[in-house]
């Protein structure tokens, strides 16, 4: 299938996406202005944003849970209106304890409920199966695409208004997304004659919530993609946290560490879609694998290597690629092994584990390098675990499970 032969869901849920994770992306450039004015120091914000994406992660399963049951359509337009309630609310705070509610808590709720988990499950529901790797590509390539459509747009705010402005300005972008909602419609009821109580679609439709949890907790495979995910999440917040301080204890300009991270979103909207692409074509185990090998020898690569700023545009451009592929191919993998009708539910609790890793990479990276009063202990962790995550993969049993309709158990 011709991704321009797609549904009309899938391209709502890409506009969602660029909304959604391109204003996540542009709070890094509102640090200083917003520190300035409360007079916090840049700790107090950090912490907002570190509380955000915690509870980015936490609100993940509840959401997901809350789609497969109402519909994804509901749950973005409450996650849009929490989304802008938290902008806008932040724009005219006056106390700086408030911005933990509405920068923190508002906005990560939002961020639960209009990001990839809930997009990628109605995006399943109405895409065949064995399309699913190369639509799930294509809309999380449109998170980092976000990055360069919105934070210029952002910037030039800043530079010809105030902070504030730009945070209702922001706040009115969510109304756009309320709109992308109403697309997304309620998936298609299995066809006539499909209702033998054996079939995949009957057994799947009848299965109730409490049941597909069951199945997914006693599925060995489904743990071995959680470990999977947490060590993507680590490597994740690692690099984008400290990649700047280790470039600039290295003498680099901080121009540098902008630079690489340019790359790194550039060259994820190619490697987004390609992993993806590849997961449709091949066993999405292998090429799991093969990314996750590809991850370790990039930068072990940078470590090794002298280092200037070619060196690192390059190593920008490489892990860029191998950034967010594990997205389409974690998420395929769920749906390929139970189904797409609890798909939000049960990627939305892998996606927890997921955050668990990119929190601890964050704080670990600082604690390594406060003890060790250097970065090479965690890279060379970071490699292990690419290469852990790598074999992890392997012994994954991708098979669709197997169950009778649950409405014949009754």
Known sequence: MSIFRFPLLVWMG?????????????FGIFMMPISDTFNTGREFFSFAI???????GVFQPFVGMAADRWGSRPIISIGAISYAAGLYLTSISTESGMLLITLGALIGLGLSATSYVIILGAVSRVVPAEHTAKAFGLTTAAGSFGMFAVIPGAQSLLTHSDWQTAMQVFALLCSIIIAFSFFMKAAPKPAEGKNDQTSPASSENSQTLKQALKEAFNHRGYW????????????????ATHLPSYLADKGLPGTTAALA?????IFNIFGSYFWGVMGDKFDKRYVMTSLYVMRSIVIAAFVLFPLNVETASIFGAA????WLGTVPL????VRQIFGARY????????????????FLGAWVGGRIYDYYGSYDPIWWATVVLALCAALLHLPINAQPVKRLAFASQH
Do not use: E, K, P, W
């Open 343 to 358: 798909l939000s539910t049960l990627y939305g609790l892998v996606f927890f584990t997921h955050q668990v890793g990119s």
């Open 50 to 56: 570190a509380l955000q994406n915690l509870l980015f």
């Open 261 to 265: 991270l340019a790359y790194v979103g």
């Open 319 to 322: 892990i860029g690629f191998c």
């Open 330 to 333: 974690t998420s395929g993998l």
């Open 224 to 239: 071995l993609i959680h470990a999977g995910f947490f060590v993507c999440g680590f490597h994740v917040m690692f690099i």
């Open 14 to 26: 890409i506009g969602t996406l660029i909304i959604s994770l391109g204003i996540r992306q542009s």
